[in-house]
C-alpha cells in the first residue's frame, strides 16, 4: 500500500498514514458544554491525556506528552505539535477514543543495526548492536526525502506492553534506481545493518521495548485484519512461516523509452513479473560516447551500440506476444540520442 510518512525516527520506528482511513469530524454538539473544558494552559493537563486540538480550522485527536517540553501527538498525522499561547484544546469525548488511528507505528523487520568497532590490532570492523547510529537514521531520512513514492508491505503486528508496531518491509520508488527496499540501501556502503535474522529475533523484545518513546497508536486501520498478530516471544521458526507466505512485492514502472535526465530507460519484466530500470546515466553516456570498438575490421562506437541494444529490447518486450521471429539491429549509423 502507498503511504505517507509522517515522522521518522529510525528504522525500526517509523510512522505512517493512508488516505483512505477517515475518522470524521469531531462533533461538540450534542455535548453539554459542561463537559468541553477550554484551555491551554500547561497546568490544566497531565501527561497521556486525550484531547481535542483546534489545528488547521478543524479539530483533531491528540495526546498530551510532557516528556520534556509541553507537546502533542496528533494520532491522525503522526506529528507533534508545540501549542502556543493561542491554541485551543479541549478534553477528548470519550467516545472519540475508540476510532482506529489513521496512523500507525511501523517498523522493517529481519535485520540488525550495526556499528563500528575498534579491534586490537587498532583495524576497524563492524559490529551488531541493538541501536540506531545517526548515520544510519541520517542515511534513511536522506532516501525518503528523495523518493517520490513510498509503500509498506506489512507482514504482522507485534503486540508489546506499551504498543502495536506493524512490522514490513518499505519501498521508495528513487529516480536513480525505480523502485527498491531501504534496506538493501543501507546495506551497501557504507553498510548501516546487516540482514540477520537470527538476531533480529533473539533481541526483539530489545528493539522495540528498551529506550523507545511509545506513542498512542494502539487502533490500527483496517488491514491489521488480515494479517497476524505476535508477540516478543516470537520463535524462529514462526517468523520464518510469515515471511514465506507473504507474496512478492510487485511495482509497475510505466515506460517513455527516456528519463528525465534524457538517459536511456527500458523496462523488463522476470518470470516473477519484477519489474526494473535499466538506463545510462550521463556520466556513462559521455564515457562511453568517447569509446570504440572493431569488429571485422571495421570501427564502431559503443555508445551507439549500447542504445541500439536498449532500443532492441524494449521492441522485444513490446512485440514477444505478437511474434516470435528475432527482432533487434546489429548496428545503427544514428547518433542522436533523442531518436
Known amino acids: 500500500m502507498e503511504i505517507i510518512l509522517s515522522t ?13 482511513d477517515d475518522i470524521g469530524d469531531i462533533n461538540f454538539e450534542s455535548h453539554s458544554s459542561e463537559n468541553v473544558r477550554i484551555s491551554n494552559k500547561v497546568s ?14 478543524r479539530w483533531v485527536r491528540g ?3 510532557m516528556e520534556n517540553q509541553f507537546l502533542i501527538w496528533l494520532v491522525d498525522y503522526g506529528i507533534h505539535l508545540r501549542p502556543n499561547d493561542k491554541t485551543v484544546i479541549i478534553d477528548l469525548p470519550a467516545e472519540y477514543k475508540k476510532y482506529p488511528t489513521k496512523v500507525f507505528e511501523a517498523s522493517i523487520h529481519g535485520v540488525s543495526p550495526l556499528d563500528k568497532e575498534l579491534t586490537h590490532d587498532g583495524q576497524m570492523k563492524n559490529k551488531l548492536s541493538t541501536t540506531w547510529n545517526n548515520g544510519a537514521i ?15 508491505v506489512p507482514i504482522a503486528i507485534l503486540s508489546t ?11 521508495l520508488v528513487t529516480k536513480d534506481k525505480g523502485t527498491v527496499n531501504i534496506a538493501d540501501e543501507l546495506q551497501v556502503w557504507p553498510v548501516f545493518l546487516e540482514k540477520n535474522a537470527e538476531d533480529y529475533i533473539k533481541k526483539l523484545p530489545i528493539h522495540y521495548t528498551s529506550r523507545r518513546k511509545h506513542r498512542a497508536s494502539l487502533l490500527k486501520p483496517e488491514f491489521s485484519k488480515t494479517i497476524p498478530t505476535v508477540y516478543e516471544d516470537l520463535s524462529m521458526a514462526q517468523y520464518k512461516n510469515i515471511c514465506a507466505s507473504v507474496p ?4 509497475a514502472n510505466e515506460y517513455d523509452g527516456t528519463s528525465e535526465d534524457g538517459s536511456t530507460v527500458v523496462t523488463i519484466v522476470g518470470r516473477k513479473k519484477k519489474y526494473g530500470e535499466y538506463k545510462l546515466t550521463p556520466a556513462e553516456i559521455e564515457k562511453y560516447s568517447q569509446m570504440y570498438v572493431t569488429v571485422y575490421g571495421e570501427e564502431y562506437n559503443v ?3 549500447l542504445l541500439n541494444k536498449l532500443r532492441d529490447l524494449k521492441i522485444c518486450e513490446k512485440y514477444k506476444d505478437y511474434d516470435k521471429r528475432g527482432l533487434g539491429r546489429a548496428n545503427s549509423r544514428r547518433m542522436s540520442l533523442d531518436d
Open 8 to 20: 521518522f525516527v529510525s528504522p525500526f520506528s517509523f510512522f505512517c498514514r493512508t488516505e483512505n
Open 44 to 57: 490544566d493537563f497531565v501527561h497521556g491525556q486525550y484531547v481535542a486540538v483546534m489545528w488547521k480550522e
Open 63 to 65: 495526546v498530551v506528552t
Open 138 to 152: 541520517d542515511k534513511a531520512k536522506e532516501l525518503i526525502a528523495n523518493a517520490s513514492k513510498k509503500y509498506f
Open 161 to 171: 506492553k506499551y504498543n502495536d508496531i506493524v512490522l514490513g518491509d518499505l519501498y
Open 248 to 251: 512478492p512485492f510487485e511495482q
Open 303 to 305: 555508445l551507439n551500440i
